[in-house]
């Protein structure tokens, strides 16, 4: 009783411009593919690619949108800090460099689309 199951057909779109809810529906297909709702939209692709044998391009060498949340996360509570101890130049400092940051998240986020 070695029942193999089909893979579902790939769509004719790019996995990178499915949306979320698409990878996630495909992916929930596949057996081999466990924690699918864990996964965020690059671990989705990354975990189809492997499972229909799709080569993957190396990615580009830079920050992850998720080290760059830490960073404005950390630059906030940094300002906050300043704030509360009323050093208005590191305040500002800190301030400017958690904006910095989110923009550049916005950057990638859109590069990714």
């Excluded at 029942?3 to 057996?31: D, S």
């Excluded at 992850?64 to 509360?84: D, G, H, Y």
């Amino acid at each position: 009783m070695n029942e193999t199951k089909e893979l579902p057909p790939l769509p004719t779109k790019k996995l990178e411009k499915l949306t979320i809810k698409e990878l996630r529906e495909i992916a929930l297909q596949i057996p081999e593919i466990q924690g699918v709702h864990g996964m965020n939209k690059e671990e989705l692709i990354s975990a189809l690619k492997k499972t229909y044998g799709i080569k993957e391009e190396p990615k580009k060498v830079g920050e992850s949108i998720r080290e760059i949340k830490a960073k404005v996360k950390k630059f906030k509570a940094l300002a906050e800090e300043a704030k509360k101890s009323k050093d208005w130049t590191k305040y500002e400092r800190y301030r400017r460099l958690a904006s910095k940051f989110k923009k550049r998240t916005r950057k990638i986020a859109k590069e990714v689309r």
